[in-house]
C-alpha cells in the first residue's frame, strides 16, 4: 500500500502539474501577481481528509492571499465506508509561508480547519427527543477536521481557461482524536492521523 | 531548481504520508467499514474461552471493566492489573467501550484489549450505538445479544439500550436465553445464571420496564444482574428478592469488579489498582 501511495505521489509530481514539467511557451510568467493580489474563486476538489471520500464545492481566496475559505459536499459511498456518508464542511486555511520555486510555481504550506457536519446520518446535531436534556452534551454529528499541508501553486498557460491551480496534500485528524492523544500514551500519533490530496481550480482569466 | 522543488515539495509529501500510514487514507469518523481481522472477536474470545473451560472445577473468577470510554491509559492499567494476575478466566465489558461509537475509537479499544492475556467478551453500551456504531460493533463482535456458558454457569449478554438504538429491549429473546437449555450441553440446570446489560433496570430509561426484568430474574433463578452506566462500583440486592444488581465501576476511577464463582455462591468485589 505504501508503495503504491509512493507511486502515485510520484506520478502526479512529474506529470504536467507537477514541478519537474518544462515550461511551455505560453507559460505566464509568474501568476502569482494575478492570484495573490485579487480576491479569487476557485474550485476544490479533494479525496480522503475526514471530509468525504471525494469532495467538492466553491471556494474563495481572500485578498493579500492569507487565508481561504470553502463549502464543500462530500461523500463516501457504502462501498468505501460500509454506509453512505454525506457531509458539508466548511475548510479554513491559513497560508503560513510562500516560497516562490519558479516563474510558474510557488509552494505555500498552510494549516486548515474544517468544521464538518454529517447530514442525513445516524449522528445527531440537536438531541433527539427521546433522551433527558443534557444527556449528551456535545453535538455527534460535527467535527472540527484540523489539517497541515503543503500546496504547489503553479500558473496554467495563457492560452487555458484557468488561471493556475493549486496541488496539495496534507494531514488531517480529528477533534476528539487530538483529545485522546492528549491524555493517553495508548494512542499514538499514526492511530489519529491520515493523509488527503486534492487540487484547486482558479478559473477564468 | 527543479531537484529543490522536488526536495522540497514531494519528499515532504512522501514523509507525511508515510508517518501517516497506519491508515493511509480516513475518508470519514463516521466510517463503518471494520477490517477483516477484527470480525468475530467474540466468537474467536469464546473458542479460546471453551478451551480453558474446566468443568470439573467449578470455581472462577471474571474480571469487570465498565465505561471505559476514552480512558486508554486507565484501561490498559486494568488490563495490565489483570494480566499479572492468575486466577482471572476472562473479562467481561459490560459496555459504554466508545465515547462516541466512531471506528477509530473501536480500533483504539481493540489495540488495548490485545494486550489482555485472557478472552475478553463484551455487551454493548448507549455510547456505542451513537453514529454508526451499532453497525461497528456487530461488524467485530457479533449480535447484540448472545449467551454462553463457562464451568457450568451461564451467562447471558443482554442488549437493553433505547435510546440511541430506538428499538424495544428484547424481553422476549431473554425470557428465552433464560429458559433454554444449552445447545452445547442440553442442560438447563446451571449452577447459575448471569445476566449482563450496560443500563441497569432502575435507571429512568428503563423504569417502565424495571419490575419486569426483576421478575424474570427472579422467575429464572438469578442471582446476579451486572451493568454499567453509572462509572461507579455499586452492588445491592435494592428490591430484597435475593437478586443482587450491580454496576460495574470505569477505570477511570482506577477500579475494577472481580466476580468470583463457586458452585453454590457469587460474589462480587472491588479492585483498585
Given at each position: 500500500?505504501k508503495?503504491?501511495l509512493?507511486?502515485?505521489?510520484?506520478t502526479?509530481?512529474?506529470?504536467?502539474f507537477g514541478?519537474n514539467?518544462?515550461d511551455s511557451?505560453?507559460?505566464?510568467k509568474f501568476v502569482?501577481?494575478q492570484l495573490k493580489?485579487?480576491?479569487?474563486?476557485f474550485v476544490?476538489?479533494?479525496?480522503a481528509g475526514n471530509?468525504g471520500?471525494?469532495?467538492?464545492?466553491?471556494?474563495?481566496?481572500?485578498?493579500?492571499?492569507l487565508y481561504?475559505?470553502?463549502f464543500?459536499y462530500?461523500y463516501?459511498p457504502e462501498?468505501?465506508?460500509?454506509?453512505?456518508?454525506h457531509?458539508?464542511?466548511a475548510?479554513?486555511?491559513?497560508?503560513l509561508?510562500?516560497?516562490?520555486l519558479?516563474e510558474?510555481?510557488v509552494?505555500?504550506?498552510?494549516a486548515?480547519?474544517?468544521?464538518?457536519?454529517?447530514?442525513?446520518?445516524?449522528?445527531?446535531?440537536?438531541?433527539?427527543d427521546?433522551?433527558?436534556p443534557?444527556?449528551?452534551?456535545?453535538p455527534?454529528?460535527?467535527?472540527l477536521i484540523?489539517?497541515?499541508?503543503c500546496?504547489l501553486?503553479?500558473?496554467t498557460p495563457?492560452?487555458?481557461?484557468?488561471?493556475?491551480?493549486e496541488l496539495f496534500?496534507?494531514v488531517?485528524?480529528?477533534?476528539v482524536?487530538?483529545?485522546?492523544?492528549?491524555?493517553?500514551r495508548e494512542?499514538r500519533?499514526p492511530d489519529?492521523l491520515s493523509?488527503?490530496?486534492?487540487?484547486?481550480?482558479?478559473?477564468g482569466? | 531548481?527543479?531537484g529543490?522543488?522536488f526536495?522540497l515539495?514531494?519528499?515532504?509529501?512522501i514523509t507525511?504520508?508515510?508517518?501517516s500510514?497506519?491508515?493511509?487514507?480516513?475518508y470519514s469518523?463516521f466510517?463503518?467499514?471494520?477490517p477483516?481481522?477484527?470480525?468475530?472477536t467474540?466468537?474467536k474470545?469464546?473458542?479460546r474461552?471453551?478451551?480453558?473451560d474446566?468443568?470439573?472445577?467449578?470455581?472462577?473468577k471474571?474480571?469487570?471493566?465498565s465505561?471505559?470510554h476514552?480512558?486508554?491509559?486507565d484501561l490498559?492499567?486494568?488490563v495490565?492489573?489483570i494480566?499479572?494476575?492468575?486466577?482471572i478466566?476472562?473479562v467481561?465489558?459490560?459496555?459504554?467501550?466508545?465515547e462516541?461509537?466512531l471506528?477509530t475509537?473501536?480500533?483504539?479499544?481493540?489495540?488495548?484489549?490485545?494486550?489482555?492475556r485472557?478472552?475478553y467478551?463484551?455487551v454493548?453500551g448507549?455510547?456505542d450505538?451513537?453514529?454508526?456504531?451499532?453497525s461497528?460493533?456487530?461488524?467485530?463482535f457479533?449480535?447484540f445479544n448472545?449467551?454462553?456458558t463457562f464451568?457450568d454457569?451461564?451467562?447471558?449478554?443482554?442488549?437493553?439500550?433505547?435510546w440511541?438504538?430506538?428499538k424495544?429491549?428484547d424481553y422476549?429473546?431473554?425470557?428465552?436465553?433464560?429458559?433454554?437449555?444449552?445447545?452445547?450441553?442440553?442442560?438447563?440446570?446451571?449452577n447459575?445464571k448471569?445476566?449482563?446489560s450496560?443500563i441497569p433496570?432502575m435507571?429512568?430509561?428503563l423504569?417502565?420496564?424495571?419490575?419486569?426484568?426483576?421478575s424474570?430474574?427472579?422467575?429464572h433463578g438469578?442471582k446476579?444482574?451486572?451493568?454499567?452506566?453509572?462509572?461507579?462500583?455499586w452492588s445491592?440486592p435494592?428490591?430484597n428478592?435475593g437478586?443482587?444488581?450491580?454496576?460495574v465501576?470505569?477505570?477511570?476511577k482506577?477500579?475494577?469488579?472481580?466476580?468470583?464463582?463457586?458452585?453454590?455462591?457469587?460474589?462480587m468485589?472491588?479492585v483498585?489498582?
Open positions: 500500500m508503495g503504491l509512493l507511486l502515485i505521489l510520484l502526479i509530481a512529474t506529470s504536467g514541478i514539467a518544462s511557451s505560453g507559460v505566464p502569482e501577481s493580489l485579487r480576491p479569487q474563486l476544490p476538489i479533494q479525496f471530509i471520500w471525494f469532495s467538492t464545492g466553491i471556494g474563495y481566496s481572500a485578498k493579500r492571499d481561504q475559505l470553502s464543500v462530500g463516501v462501498q468505501v465506508a460500509g454506509i453512505d456518508i457531509t458539508v464542511t475548510r479554513n486555511i491559513f497560508h509561508y510562500r516560497l516562490p519558479n510558474q510555481s509552494l505555500i504550506p498552510y486548515a480547519a474544517g468544521v464538518s457536519l454529517e447530514v442525513g446520518g445516524r449522528s445527531f446535531f440537536t438531541l433527539p427521546n433522551m433527558s443534557g444527556y449528551y452534551g456535545f455527534k454529528s460535527l467535527h484540523p489539517a497541515i499541508g500546496k501553486r503553479r500558473a495563457r492560452r487555458s481557461n484557468l488561471k493556475g491551480v496534500a496534507e488531517t485528524t480529528v477533534d482524536y487530538i483529545w485522546y492523544k492528549t491524555i493517553s494512542v500519533m489519529i493523509a488527503s490530496a486534492g487540487i484547486h481550480f482558479f478559473p482569466r | 531548481m527543479c529543490i522543488s526536495r515539495f514531494v519528499l515532504p509529501l507525511l504520508l508515510t508517518f500510514c497506519d491508515r493511509p487514507f480516513s469518523p466510517e463503518a467499514n471494520v477483516e481481522e477484527w470480525r468475530n467474540t466468537q474470545n469464546l473458542e474461552l471453551h478451551a480453558s474446566t468443568s470439573s472445577n467449578p470455581d472462577f471474571v474480571a469487570l471493566i465505561d471505559n476514552y480512558h486508554y491509559n490498559a492499567d486494568a495490565a492489573h494480566n499479572g494476575r492468575d486466577d478466566s476472562f467481561m465489558l459490560p459496555g459504554d467501550i466508545t462516541n461509537g471506528q475509537e473501536y480500533e483504539l479499544l481493540y489495540k488495548v484489549m490485545r494486550k489482555c485472557v478472552p467478551l463484551t454493548i448507549n455510547h450505538y451513537l453514529s454508526n456504531g451499532g461497528i460493533y456487530s461488524q467485530i457479533g449480535p448472545y449467551t454462553f464451568n454457569v451461564k451467562f447471558i449478554a443482554f442488549d437493553n439500550v433505547i440511541e438504538d430506538p424495544e429491549a422476549t429473546w431473554l425470557e428465552s436465553a433464560l429458559s433454554n437449555t444449552s445447545e452445547e450441553t442440553g442442560r438447563s440446570d446451571y447459575h448471569i445476566v449482563i450496560h433496570p435507571d429512568r430509561q423504569i417502565a420496564k424495571r419490575d419486569y426484568f426483576d424474570l430474574m427472579a422467575a438469578v446476579f444482574s451486572i451493568h454499567g452506566h453509572k462509572h461507579e462500583y445491592s435494592f428490591l428478592n437478586i443482587t444488581y450491580t454496576t465501576g470505569s477505570p477511570s482506577r477500579s475494577y469488579a472481580v466476580l468470583t464463582v463457586t458452585s453454590d455462591s457469587l460474589h468485589s472491588k483498585d489498582f
